[in-house]
């Protein structure tokens, strides 16, 4: 029996506090969307209760559905580019040449800068007057005359995805290198032998082995792409005119700009929804490929 | 062999290409304000700490934002090493009822939105008087990254030998004496590793600061950054010095601990 409780104490205080700190708030948040609340009933908890009212007005907001579907665009392209762009790099830095360690590592830079200030630097290369993109691009005769890439409602979320692409290389890349670098050698040797093509290999065999990995990235930086927030916060603020609203900056723009705390609350628990079935895909997915001991 | 020094080459060509962004904020940061819209060249025609003595002589509180963010980063990798360190360790070993169940949970929760928490969490920290306090955003922070690094650290307990821990049961070792001078000491890669995620992840954390700490001399260097906008208008070369500055303590703790980050990010994702 002691020994029991042994083992639990372990455990024990780390549980106890996520359920506390995340659970709890959690839970919360659920009750939060089903009451009116403003600015004075927030704190006390006094707030009369009004059953679906506020998910009615999410969903009858065209606001949200215009950025429900910015939100997909946004992942879609980060995903696909990202993970391209993840693969072929980790391909190569999967190659054996003198000091391919030391600049997989160093890429992770990208990753581990704070995005404020990714964010930041990002605004300033494009910048529409100064930007050393704008005068890249008129330079080499790409373009006639400068873009405010970030003041246009046509290219603002094209440049914050660009943004946020260049933010999630590094962690496409490592992942996907872990996964080659699980591929034995020796699996290639038959082909070799039957002189196969390297586009081949790539096809019959990287691919179908890479598999497991690829789909546990895309699900990971699905559901890490869906909440991101930071990068719009400081790039656009979700403007101009909402061209780069998202689903996760709206929801926190209703409570704590517009102090809409309700509506904040039911529209984050939707998000959450939409986020909770692709976390459920993940766990499934790593619970098969790596059976827990 | 000069087939593969021609790999090396190109690699560096990538490896430049993709951190230009890091480069072009250190370059912006040395030219002369005069300079930063006229010098379009990639490489500075001139170079000076002009921007950076603007942000430490200014009347902006640099070295208090740092001060706000360094203990912040301490205070959520101390606490997610006291915490995880030993939730791990049962994770991976004892034979808990249940303990599939946790490991769920625990991948579970990693995943949750911090925007979606906020709000819950900003009620439940100003009825406990946690608003406006550093101790409150350390608290927020480790639900963002606790359950990351008892994902990273299960993996490093289960790669260890088991009939280290059998050696000392049968000694008659508690299992908390046992842990603390045989089984921590032989994680201590992957410690490192927890240590140095907590710190960058903290160190970065934006969006928690930004809900609680409302006080000006409670914020953090990624809040401070917001606020120089709108003293200094958009002064770009004080802005990249600035950007430079707060990111060299991250800079530092990845050189130090780069050989462990790769691995520890791909254990605590995939395996």
């Given at each position: 029996m002691k020994k029991r409780f042994e083992n639990y104490s372990f455990v024990l205080p780390a549980i106890v506090f996520l359920m506390i700190f995340l659970l709890y708030p959690f839970a919360f948040n659920i009750y939060l969307s089903f009451r009116d609340i403003n600015i004075g009933n927030l704190v006390q908890g006094d707030s009369p209760f009004i059953g679906l009212e506020n998910y009615k007005t999410i969903l009858s907001e065209p606001l949200f559905y215009k950025s429900l579907t910015q939100t997909v665009i946004f992942t879609f392209f980060t995903l696909v580019v990202s993970t391209s762009i993840g693969f072929l790099l980790a391909s190569y830095f999967n190659k054996?040449?003198?000091?391919n360690k030391w600049m997989r590592s160093i890429m992770l830079l990208g990753w581990m800068t704070p995005i404020i200030i990714v964010g930041t630097i990002f605004k300033w290369m494009l910048d529409?007057?100064?930007?050393i993109v704008n005068n890249m691009l008129v330079n080499i005769g790409l373009m006639n005359s400068p873009i405010n890439w970030l003041s246009d409602i046509d290219t603002a979320l094209f440049a914050v995805t660009v943004t946020n692409i260049w933010l999630s290389i590094p962690f496409s890349m490592i992942i996907l290198l872990s996964g080659l670098q699980?591929?034995?050698?020796?699996?290639y040797e038959p082909a070799t032998i039957d002189g196969a093509s390297r586009w081949q290999k790539f096809r019959y065999i990287t691919l179908p082995l890479m598999t497991p990995t690829i789909s546990i990235l895309l699900i990971l930086g699905l559901i890490y792409t869906f909440k991101v927030f930071d990068v719009i916060y400081i790039m656009t603020a979700g403007g101009p005119?909402?061209?780069?609203?998202v689903v996760s900056y709206l929801a926190y723009e209703l409570s704590f700009?517009?102090?809409r705390f309700g509506e904040g609350a039911a529209l984050s628990n939707l998000a959450l929804f939409i986020i909770a079935f692709f976390a459920i895909l993940y766990v499934r997915k790593v619970q098969k490929e790596s059976v827990v001991h | 062999m000069r087939k593969k020094w021609a790999l090396s080459l190109f690699g560096l060509i990538i490896v430049a290409v993709y951190l230009f962004p890091i480069y072009w904020m250190v370059a912006t940061s040395l030219k002369p304000t005069s300079a930063i819209?006229?010098?379009?060249?990639?490489?500075?025609a001139q170079i000076t700490l002009e921007s950076y003595q603007n942000i430490l002589t200014q009347n902006y509180p640099f070295l208090t934002y740092m001060k706000n963010s360094l203990i912040i980063s301490v205070g959520v990798t101390v606490g997610n090493l006291l915490l995880g360190a030993p939730a791990a360790y049962a994770l991976a070993r004892t034979r808990i009822t249940g303990y599939v169940w946790l490991i769920m949970f625990i991948l579970i929760v990693q995943m949750f939105p911090s925007n979606m928490l906020a709000l819950p969490l900003y009620t439940i920290f100003s009825k406990l008087g946690l608003i406006n306090s550093l101790f409150g955003v350390i608290l927020a922070d480790m639900t963002l990254t606790l359950p990351f690094v008892i994902l990273i650290l299960r993996t490093s307990y289960l790669n260890i030998p088991v009939d280290l821990e059998d050696a000392a049961s049968i000694d008659g070792c508690g299992k908390w004496r046992a842990f603390y001078s045989i089984i921590l000491p032989l994680v201590r890669p992957g410690l490192l590793t927890c240590a140095a995620f907590s710190f960058i992840l903290s160190w970065g954390e934006f969006l928690y600061a930004l809900t609680f700490l409302k006080q000006n001399d409670m914020w953090t260097i990624t809040l401070g950054m917001r606020q120089f906008v709108g003293q200094f208008g958009t002064n770009w070369g004080s802005m990249m010095a600035l950007s430079a500055l707060s990111s060299l303590p991250i800079i530092i703790i990845f050189m130090a601990t780069q050989k462990y980050i790769a691995g520890g990010l791909s254990s605590g994702a995939v395996k």
């Amino acid at each position: 029996m002691k020994k029991r409780f042994e083992n639990y104490s372990f455990v024990l205080p780390a549980i106890v506090f996520l359920m506390i700190f995340l659970l709890y708030p959690f839970a919360f948040n659920i009750y939060l969307s089903f009451r009116d609340i403003n600015i004075g009933n927030l704190v006390q908890g006094d707030s009369p209760f009004i059953g679906l009212e506020n998910y009615k007005t999410i969903l009858s907001e065209p606001l949200f559905y215009k950025s429900l579907t910015q939100t997909v665009i946004f992942t879609f392209f980060t995903l696909v580019v990202s993970t391209s762009i993840g693969f072929l790099l980790a391909s190569y830095f999967n190659k054996a040449f003198p000091g391919n360690k030391w600049m997989r590592s160093i890429m992770l830079l990208g990753w581990m800068t704070p995005i404020i200030i990714v964010g930041t630097i990002f605004k300033w290369m494009l910048d529409g007057k100064y930007g050393i993109v704008n005068n890249m691009l008129v330079n080499i005769g790409l373009m006639n005359s400068p873009i405010n890439w970030l003041s246009d409602i046509d290219t603002a979320l094209f440049a914050v995805t660009v943004t946020n692409i260049w933010l999630s290389i590094p962690f496409s890349m490592i992942i996907l290198l872990s996964g080659l670098q699980g591929i034995p050698t020796y699996v290639y040797e038959p082909a070799t032998i039957d002189g196969a093509s390297r586009w081949q290999k790539f096809r019959y065999i990287t691919l179908p082995l890479m598999t497991p990995t690829i789909s546990i990235l895309l699900i990971l930086g699905l559901i890490y792409t869906f909440k991101v927030f930071d990068v719009i916060y400081i790039m656009t603020a979700g403007g101009p005119a909402n061209s780069t609203q998202v689903v996760s900056y709206l929801a926190y723009e209703l409570s704590f700009n517009l102090f809409r705390f309700g509506e904040g609350a039911a529209l984050s628990n939707l998000a959450l929804f939409i986020i909770a079935f692709f976390a459920i895909l993940y766990v499934r997915k790593v619970q098969k490929e790596s059976v827990v001991h | 062999m000069r087939k593969k020094w021609a790999l090396s080459l190109f690699g560096l060509i990538i490896v430049a290409v993709y951190l230009f962004p890091i480069y072009w904020m250190v370059a912006t940061s040395l030219k002369p304000t005069s300079a930063i819209f006229s010098d379009i060249n990639i490489i500075p025609a001139q170079i000076t700490l002009e921007s950076y003595q603007n942000i430490l002589t200014q009347n902006y509180p640099f070295l208090t934002y740092m001060k706000n963010s360094l203990i912040i980063s301490v205070g959520v990798t101390v606490g997610n090493l006291l915490l995880g360190a030993p939730a791990a360790y049962a994770l991976a070993r004892t034979r808990i009822t249940g303990y599939v169940w946790l490991i769920m949970f625990i991948l579970i929760v990693q995943m949750f939105p911090s925007n979606m928490l906020a709000l819950p969490l900003y009620t439940i920290f100003s009825k406990l008087g946690l608003i406006n306090s550093l101790f409150g955003v350390i608290l927020a922070d480790m639900t963002l990254t606790l359950p990351f690094v008892i994902l990273i650290l299960r993996t490093s307990y289960l790669n260890i030998p088991v009939d280290l821990e059998d050696a000392a049961s049968i000694d008659g070792c508690g299992k908390w004496r046992a842990f603390y001078s045989i089984i921590l000491p032989l994680v201590r890669p992957g410690l490192l590793t927890c240590a140095a995620f907590s710190f960058i992840l903290s160190w970065g954390e934006f969006l928690y600061a930004l809900t609680f700490l409302k006080q000006n001399d409670m914020w953090t260097i990624t809040l401070g950054m917001r606020q120089f906008v709108g003293q200094f208008g958009t002064n770009w070369g004080s802005m990249m010095a600035l950007s430079a500055l707060s990111s060299l303590p991250i800079i530092i703790i990845f050189m130090a601990t780069q050989k462990y980050i790769a691995g520890g990010l791909s254990s605590g994702a995939v395996k």
